[in-house]
Nanobody
Framework: QVQLVESGGGLVQAGDSLRLSCAAS????????AGWFRQAPGKEREFVAN????????YYADSVKGRFTISRDNAKNTVYLQMNSLKPEDTAVYYC?????????????????????WGQGTQVTVSS
């Protein structure tokens, strides 16, 4: 089993930056594709970014492209989401996800993570 724990969320002002971390357990995590989703109140959970097992391939939703960067440090079993130029519309609960079978390099839906793993989420609030 793989367990994912997000951290790093908080309250920031528009234009500020924040880095989220996703700490994973499980010795096979280094071989898993991983990514981030977010869900705002009253909205459906939406895809943010993903990264392949080696960290050499990434994909971003258009809404965050150029502002957010996903990365991973497999030696630390950790995935990161660096968020720059934050906007109020970025306010959401951010969830880390990982899958042994999901293909990275394209936008993920919830169904793509079927059989995968999810963290508990961390709140990001961006004030204007």
């Amino acid at each position: 089993q793989v367990q994912l724990v997000e951290s790093g969320g908080g309250l920031v002002q528009a234009g500020d930056s924040l880095r989220l971390s996703c700490a994973a357990s499980g010795r096979t995590f280094r071989w898993y594709a991983a990514g981030w989703f977010r869900q705002a109140p009253g909205k459906e959970r939406e895809f943010v970014a993903n990264i392949n097992w080696s960290g050499g391939g990434t994909y971003y939703a258009d809404s965050v492209k150029g502002r957010f960067t996903i990365s991973r440090d497999n030696a630390k079993n950790t995935v990161y989401l660096q968020m720059n130029s934050l906007k109020p519309e970025d306010t959401a609960v951010y969830y880390c996800a990982a899958s042994e079978s999901a293909r990275s390099g394209y936008s993920w839906s919830r169904s793509d993570l079927r059989g995968g793993y999810w963290g508990q989420g961390t709140q990001v609030t961006v004030s204007s």
